[in-house]
């Protein structure tokens, strides 16, 4: 049982760390996005993704540029949809 709170523990823990970096190892980016290692393997070969390699081995990324990758092609709510609606028909008209 003392094993299990330690193990949650230093979780707890990583995650404040990580939360605390603005560049990301592989494996923290992994855990911070929570793309599978081969996924993101991928990406990087691809170019699709933003990432550093400085001495042509190790990956790093810098956490605002993978929030922003994260949060591209957003999508938009009905709500926002028709709050725009709204907004756009009460000043456009028909005349």
């Given at each position: 049982m003392?094993?299990?709170l330690i193990l949650e523990r230093?979780?707890?823990?990583e995650k404040l760390l990580i939360g605390s970096k603005e560049v990301l190892?592989?494996?923290e980016a992994c855990d911070y996005t929570g793309i599978s290692r081969s996924y993101l393997y991928k990406l990087?070969?691809?170019g699709r993704i933003p990432h550093s390699k400085p001495n042509g081995k190790m990956l790093f990324f810098e956490k605002t540029k993978l929030v922003d990758w994260l949060l591209q092609n957003k999508r938009k709510?009905?709500?926002?949809?028709?709050?725009?609606?709204?907004t756009y028909a009460m000043?456009?008209?028909v005349r």
């Amino acid at each position: 049982m003392d094993n299990l709170l330690i193990l949650e523990r230093l979780d707890r823990l990583e995650k404040l760390l990580i939360g605390s970096k603005e560049v990301l190892t592989f494996d923290e980016a992994c855990d911070y996005t929570g793309i599978s290692r081969s996924y993101l393997y991928k990406l990087t070969a691809s170019g699709r993704i933003p990432h550093s390699k400085p001495n042509g081995k190790m990956l790093f990324f810098e956490k605002t540029k993978l929030v922003d990758w994260l949060l591209q092609n957003k999508r938009k709510s009905k709500h926002e949809i028709e709050a725009e609606a709204l907004t756009y028909a009460m000043h456009h008209k028909v005349r």
